[in-house]
């Protein structure tokens, strides 16, 4: 019998502010010394109150915007009560009641063409700490670091069919949310992480199979890995009847490449949700709903379709650029000085991005001002800088956004001369060292021009318009 | 209150009652739930619920950093601590 | 230097701060409530902490830690018997009426306030939805002098009322027309029923129209009340665990024993009735029909109020049922108390006790009450 595989999806992002969602500690954890962002509040110390952080509220509503969400102008706060050591209250304030968005969509690239993943809804909520087993073999150590920090939880509908809907889905959201500037969603870091609820059932058939969550994927891949073993171990107990399965939380061990049923309380999922009286109502009134709108970015698609059609650049170019919004941006200021699109993505692609690999940073991490590189651009375009240290001064302002591409050219004796004396002085000096290659141009090998060229190049420092060298050298040798 | 309930209540709230204070607490319970009749004549069939009292709005902060406080006076007062860390006993996950 | 009172559920800087719970004796604060902040900046200082009931939901005081507070052989009030010095006033938590209560038994002025004017910043949450900082003191001039200073705007508290409606509270009209709950005469002991009858003569005396109203809707209070201030409870407790600071028991094998065998030796038997309540009230089945109903009275009753406000100045009702407690009172009689106090509690309203009498007036009304208690004072001197 053939199956079919029926995924939803819990997707919990941390969104990028600077404080946590109710108290004022730093948001950035990650890696930070244990209980170095924490305050009597984010501990679960009683006397301090919550207030909204808003950028959560932007945040929030932007995402939802982002997939396609109808955003719920009232949007309120509820506290969730259970008990674990990662909780300090003891509660969790998340949206249970008015989550600020819902019925949304994520438009998937699938090998069997364009698909649409409905979302139920998203919701603001806070982060739990973090555990940590291993310090000592019989206790568990509390951080609460990433107590409060604000997080949003994407509920997908059950309408994805495996692995690869499931990578596409994923792919789809980190684009969004990255685009929209409101999340790193790095699955190592963290800031990303995805629940699996997933069932099996005949194909054809409209009845759902049992479901279980999966949670503890630290990686797309690890998430792929874990829906094929969960959905043989479905399809197995029901073919063969290996095991009867029963709706439960289930860890996945990656190394193991298993999934182990979570042991759970009686009381466990009982949570008793109940309007937070400390958190007041918000309400989005259309000013603050349209100045959100307002900072919505391009599609990555749009962008896209934009660069290659009115900008005339090639589907290549187009991708690499469109890979991140920062990128993009960084291109787009460029362009705005330079006004020559391809000189542009060139730039953007082999010098910025491979500077980005060899510094080992993410193309989001991109700092660099776009005018700035722009004026730069200008200068090469121009003829007033050589390519050679244009670079040395792009890997200057890749640091330091301060200098002026033409300043730092002047000071450090980068601008091109026009002094043909020069030129001639240095060509002569040149080919009269090294009557070898004359011979060999002279006997037809074009490669040795392009050595004396090269030296003559090194002499003047790359300072020199290269055709006005070249056109010199050639008629120094022609005159011989 | 059924005693069934009561088991998981407590369960739920991390507490444990002897019999004596069972006892006390269901008669509590049900002094309460017949309380509760008088809501009962009560219409709030079109009546919206009032979390808050007095109708203030949108409460928002703006996202700045601060942080006056150390893990070690956060910790003064921790039962048992390590190395910048509340302990637990060893939770299985 | 002027001396103020606090309650056990303001936190403290330099004191330890209990909430009359074994669960966090000796607790010592990094912070301070709003209210002492205000009151220091003001030159005040505090002369002491008054001991409270566990979370300040008992009658008065009979379920702190270290034991009833017991005067020839009555219940009695710490903070009452501590303003028997010379603090001005005693600033306190009126989570379920402990404050308007001692008052009355104590020929004491309390003012509660709107909810909302005065920051809750810095108190231990019980009933947040609900619970007010309160003032007690000798006379509605010393009430009035420390509330004027911390009432106000605060930006850490997100219930906080603008400036601007906290200034509303300081104008006065005058009573004209009172208001008597006839429901909640029926059941008070004589030497109550007479204050009232003393009381509305003094009124009648001075010109003010009493009329006696009757309303199920204000008398169910208590019931609603219950259920909202047991389901917060129940949750803003959840917090002590034995795990951050506070009580842990010595004996305990993984992580729910240590929670289970700290919550159970430290907290006490009526706390645990109003966790398991208030826990109850939220379950699944019980959320919609119990939890969402309460929520829903809250308003109708609300609405009540505001209709009478339409024609009188205030409502006046009893605050307690007997002026003395007797020693052995059951904890949970506390449960039949509040029927007195929940009105003003559910509905977030001012109330002011005084000569034995509660007057709940509509919102923002606190600056009249008490400009009313200030002149019947007076004629009673």
Known sequence: MKYETVIGLEVHVELATKSKIFCSCSAHSFGAEPNSHVCPACCGMPGMLPVVNKRVVDYGMKAGMMLNCHINRTTTFDKKSYYYPDLP?????????????????????????????????????????KLV???????????????????????????????????????RLKTLLRYAKVAECEMAHGTMRCDVNLSVRPEGSNVLGVRTEMKNMNSIEAIKRAIEYEVSRHIDAIENGTEVLVQETRRWDDIKGKSYAMRTKETAGDYR??????????????????????????????????????YGLSDYDADQLTKSIAVCECFEDAYSVCGNAKDAANWMISEVMSLLNVKKMTYDMLDLNGITLGELIVLVSGGKVGRANAKKILAAIFDDPSIVPEEYAKANGFIVSNDTGLIATVVKETVAADPKSVADFKGGKEKALMALFGKCMKQLKGNCDPQVLRKILIDHINGL | MERETLRLLEMLNQLRLTEEQKEKVISFCNNREAALKALDAIDTENVERMVHVMPVLTVVREDIVSQPYTAEELQQGAPETDEGYWCVPKVME | MKKIIVDDMLLTKDLPTTAGSKMLEGYMSLFEAEAISRLNGAGYTISGKAEVGEFAIDL???????????????????????????????VCMDVNGSVRRA??????????????????????????????????AKSADNC?????????????????????????????????????????????????????????ENLAAKGIEVCEINSDVIAASSAAWNVLMCAELCNNVSRYDGVKYGYRAENFSGIDELYTNSRTEAFGELLKCAILFGSDTLSTENYMKVYDKSLRVRRVVSEAFNALFEQYDAVMMPACSSFDYSEDIEDTAVFEENYYTAPASITGLPAVVIDGVQLVGKAFSEGSLLAFAKEYEKEAK
């Open chain 3, 60 to 90: 008065i005081c009979e379920t702190n830690y270290k034991g009833a507070f017991v005067k020839k052989g009555k219940l009695a009030s710490p903070v009452a018997e501590m303003l028997e010095g010379d603090a001005e006033a005693a």
């Open chain 1, 273 to 310: 949700y109940f309007p937070d009286p400390n958190v007041m109502p918000i309400v989005i009134d259309d000013e603050w709903f349209d100045s959100i709108k307002a900072t919505l970015p391009e599609l990555p698609e749009v962008k896209k379709a934009r660069y290659t059609g009115e």
């Open chain 1, 133 to 171: 087993h291993d310090i000592r073999e019989d206790t568990t150590h509390v951080d609460f670091n990433r107590t409060s920090v604000p997080l949003i939880e994407i509920v997908s509908q059950p309408d994805l069919s495996g692995a690869e809907e499931v990578e596409a889905y994923l792919e």
């Open chain 3, 103 to 136: 008052a009355a038994q104590n020929s004491l002025v309390s003012i509660k306030p709107t909810y909302g004017t005065v920051s809750r910043f810095g108190t231990v949450p019980v009933a947040c939805s609900g619970e007010t900082v309160s003032v007690m």
């Open chain 3, 144 to 200: 009035e002098a420390v509330l004027s200073i911390i009432a106000g705007h605060d930006d850490k508290d997100g219930t906080s009322l603008s400036d601007e409606d906290c200034a509303k509270a300081k104008e006065v009209s005058p009573m004209r027309r009172i208001a008597v709950l006839g429901n909640m005469l029926k059941d008070t002991d004589l030497a109550v029923a007479r204050k009232i009858e003393i009381f509305r």
């Open chain 1, 89 to 129: 209250a003891a509660y969790q304030t998340t949206q249970w009641f008015a989550p600020v968005a819902v019925n949304g969509t994520v438009e998937i690239e699938t090998s069997g063409g364009k698909k649409s993943v409905r979302i139920k809804q998203i919701h603001m909520e806070e982060d739990a700490g």
